[in-house]
């Protein structure tokens, strides 16, 4: 038995029989992590002695043979803008390279509860800023089916870690596509639920009117086991939702399926190989008995855009914080004239390019006399993508796309185009801004390298959206 390949149910299974310890299989991680990380770069900081604390504290649990709850045991990555008490957390900057976190997010506090112990955290494009994981200020993180590769972004740190069998699941954080893009890139499952449904609590904020912690797995049966646990309302977020409001799927069978195919998504400059799988997946679920319909989401072309002035100018607001006397890196006083000298060092020095250059985008956005002309009719354009979508689901139960244009791209092969790098989150942003859930499933390889299907559903129907991405894991 492989116990790095285990899926949440097998771990507990084999706990449950004594086929290994948590203590057994914490090591084993740990070891593993040790050994093969240093070429991945999946892991910021890894979480040793509390891990391996908490896994004794479990088998002693085991061992007086009380009742364990399902993710007793089970191993998971952090990536490192989501706060783990006592851990550090970065956000992949060095404007918070000493920071410690002084509470749990609320997803880490559910997960705790439920014995999940956390292995490490884990790399991403600075503030969440990318979508290659070379934005991080502590190095590039590399896909492992191909070394040469980005593994995506900017989640890309812990959809590495899933697919190196470095833990059993890991939670990242979707803004544009930052869960799905990267899970397509390394062949896992990531969801990316609706606005809403998971807490942001203790995330640290990229876009607030678009983040969302979601899992990254293995599996899709283990994508429903993390969202189950991590959804739901909570006091501390006052954009969290109602359980009423978290619809149970009532798709039973694929002949229950309409699958909306929208044309602006199968379009020129899109990966042949992408589009064939693409295209056979879809066939799957039709000899299966689904019933296609081809649609139009006639103001996709707008979405990327729109998402790069919402985007940038809550990113603008929300790192305006970050000025080097609260805490993060502070400039040395002594080369500074004044407070305001303070700030600016501070944050010339603790920024990367990317950062700097959505600050000032978003500044000049949220400026006096710019404001209704760029932020203002950018929210406009959101809702009227977020109808779109709402007209589409009158006639269909789920939308099918590609997640990416193509497969995983080669390190540096974007980095100096930022158009380029902009345009891989094309299928991803517009269902960002609608506010709606989507999920990347794997559909098949181009040349060795993995490609995701994207599932998009209605607000709140994400376990919808699992129970369909399931029927092709199946």
Do not use: W
């Amino acid at each position: 038995m492989d116990l790095t390949s285990l899926t949440i149910k097998q771990v507990h299974q084999g706990l449950l029989d004594k086929k290994f310890s948590v203590l057994e299989l914490t090591k084993l991680y740990l070891k593993k992590i040790k050994k093969e990380d240093k070429q991945i770069n999946a892991f910021l900081d890894i979480c040793e002695d509390k891990a391996l604390e908490q896994a004794k504290e479990t088998d002693k649990m085991i061992a007086l043979k009380k009742e364990i709850p399902l993710l007793a045991g089970v191993l998971f990555g952090v990536k490192d803008n989501i706060l783990v008490e006592g851990v550090q957390a970065t956000a992949g900057s060095r404007i918070l390279k000493n920071y410690i976190a002084p509470y749990n997010a609320t997803c880490i506090e559910r997960l705790k509860k439920q014995g999940a112990i956390v292995l490490g955290k884990t790399n991403l494009d600075e503030f969440a800023m990318g979508s290659s994981t070379e934005n991080s200020a502590f190095g590039p993180t590399k896909n492992p089916r191909d070394l040469t590769r980005v593994p995506g972004g900017s989640s890309g740190g812990s959809a590495a870690a899933v697919a190196s069998n470095f833990c059993h699941f890991a939670l990242g954080s979707d803004t544009g596509g930052s869960i799905r893009q990267p899970a397509s890139f390394c062949g896992v499952v990531g969801l990316s639920p609706t606005y809403g449904a998971v807490s942001r609590y203790g995330l640290i904020a990229l876009a607030s009117s678009l983040d969302q912690i979601g899992p990254i797995t293995k599996t899709v049966e283990d994508c429903k086991i993390i969202f189950d646990i991590i959804k739901g309302e909570d006091d501390l977020d006052s954009t969290s939702a109602s359980a009423k409001q978290l619809i149970d799927s009532d798709i039973k069978t694929v002949k229950d399926l309409v699958i909306g195919i929208p044309k602006e998504y199968f379009i020129k400059g899109i990966d042949a190989g992408v589009l064939k799988l693409i295209k056979e997946a879809i066939k799957k679920y039709e000899k299966l008995g689904a019933k296609t319909k081809e649609i139009s989401l006639n103001l996709t072309k707008y979405a990327l855009a729109c998402y790069y002035i919402i985007n940038p100018s809550e990113v603008s607001a929300n790192l305006a914080r970050y000025d080097g006397i609260k805490y993060g890196h502070s400039a040395d006083t002594k080369d500074s004239d004044n407070l305001l000298e303070v700030y600016l060092k501070s944050r010339q020095q603790g920024f990367g390019d990317e950062v700097k250059r959505r600050i000032m985008i978003g500044t000049f956005a949220l400026s006096s006399g710019y404001y209704e002309a760029y932020y203002l009719r950018a929210q406009k354009v959101k809702e009227l993508i977020k109808k779109d979508f709402e007209k589409a689901f009158k006639e269909v139960d789920v939308i099918f796309t590609p997640v990416t244009p193509t497969p995983a791209f080669k390190i540096g092969e974007k980095a100096t185009n930022l158009l380029e790098m902009y345009l891989s989150d094309i299928f991803t942003v517009s269902g960002k801004l609608a506010g709606i859930p989507a999920i990347s499933v794997p559909c098949g390889e181009v040349n060795g390298l993995p490609v995701g299907l994207q599932v998009i559903g209605k607000s709140f129907e994400d376990d919808k959206i699992i129970k369909v991405a399931e029927f092709l894991e199946k």
